[in-house]
């Protein structure tokens, strides 16, 4: 799998019992799982789905932003 270089935003549900992260250059891109790495594991995955779907369905893909050096 391609490893792309957006940045995860991880945090913990109690409503969800789950770690959940969220891609906030991807909208609406979501995964969680019960361990930190089980997420952001997940959200690679997700990640990569939504980059399929945008590039099938002729949406443009953001770039990653850089938030530090």
């Known amino acids: 799998m391609t490893d792309y ?3 995860m935003i991880v945090t913990w549900s109690d409503e969800d019992n789950a770690y ?3 891609v906030p ?3 609406g891109c979501m995964a969680d799982g019960h361990t930190v790495t089980e997420a952001v594991e997940n959200a690679r995955i997700m ?3 939504w980059i399929d779907y945008a ?3 002729g949406i443009p ?3 990653p932003k850089t938030i530090a050096k």
Do not use: F, G
């Open 47 to 49: 990640i990569k789905e």
């Open 5 to 7: 270089k957006y940045q």
């Open 61 to 63: 893909i953001p770039a």
């Open 25 to 27: 250059d991807l909208p």
């Open 20 to 22: 959940i992260v969220s």
């Open 55 to 57: 590039i099938e369905d």
